[in-house]
């Protein structure tokens, strides 16, 4: 998978992609991550990023030529292939783990980070495929949002955690659900111990323990997710929701 990202800040990027899991789905040939410095696609001698807006305001506007430069740069360089281009905005759609899978499954994408008061709307009409948006608030610029949204990509791109059933079975995965609690050694621990079921080497048991502690965790921290996730829970499962939101009024 190709992912270019556009930014006026590429050193932001450099210790979050040369670490850890990133890191290693790089050098494995798994992700090809590119950055590209909006400031190199400025024909003036100051190479200059952004402008006033028409119509007065606060804040400054990034320009469109250098954008638009850097995205037909791209476009030449990976003809043939169909990359998704997106801009990274408080007004786009929020991003979740379905969407970060669909993106996975993709050839490849660019990232568009904006920064001051956005971007001149008519690259949005030009270019843009897509809106992604981190939540209901907003940031400095898309740079941060841009590392998120690759983590959660690279990390579905099948290979990249070395167990595929990882990212099946933690928070957002396949069921929906939140994930189970996990523990390691030492059994003891500042006096909490590990549940029995855990050692007891029983899979069925411990399958069912961890089904019912994500059911549990969801239904307190986020119910409108099993809402969302009604479908994929099993009649037994529907059950035991119930039986647990009846303990619980």
């Known amino acids: 998978m190709k992912i270019e990202i556009l930014t006026l800040f590429p050193e932001m990027f450099e210790s979050v992609f040369g670490t850890s899991i990133i890191k290693r789905a790089q050098e494995a040939g798994k992700v090809s991550i590119r950055l590209r410095n909006i400031r190199d696609f400025a024909t003036d001698k100051h190479h200059v990023t952004d ?4 119509g007065g305001g606060p804040g ?25 281009r997106v801009y990274l905005s408080p007004e786009g759609r929020p991003w979740n783990q379905e969407r970060a899978a669909e ?15 956005g971007i001149d709307e ?3 009409e030009l270019y843009i495929d897509d809106e992604i948006s981190m939540g ?18 690279v990390r579905l791109i099948s290979g990249v955690l070395g167990n595929d059933e990882s990212a099946a079975q933690e928070s957002f995965g396949d069921s929906g659900l939140l994930d189970h609690p996990h523990y390691t050694r030492p059994v003891e621990f500042r006096g909490l111990s590990v549940p029995e079921v855990l050692l007891s080497g029983h899979h069925k048991r411990i399958e069912e323990w961890r089904r019912l502690q994500a059911l549990e965790r969801t239904l ?11 479908s994929k829970l099993s009649p037994a499962e529907r059950n035991l929701m119930n039986s647990l939101l009846g303990r619980n009024r």
């Open 220 to 230: 307190a921290r986020r119910p409108d997710l099993i809402q969302q996730n009604a």
């Open 136 to 153: 209901d608030f907003v940031m400095t610029g898309g740079e941060i949002p841009a590392m998120a949204v690759t983590d959660s990509i």
């Open 60 to 84: 400054m506007v990034m320009k469109p030529e250098p954008v638009a430069a850097a995205f037909d740069a791209i476009s030449a360089e990976h003809a043939g292939i169909p990359l998704k």
């Open 103 to 117: 993106y996975a499954s993709q050839p490849g994408v660019v990232l568009l980070c904006g920064h001051y008061e």
């Open 51 to 54: 402008d006033t807006p028409y």
């Open 122 to 124: 008519r690259i949005r």
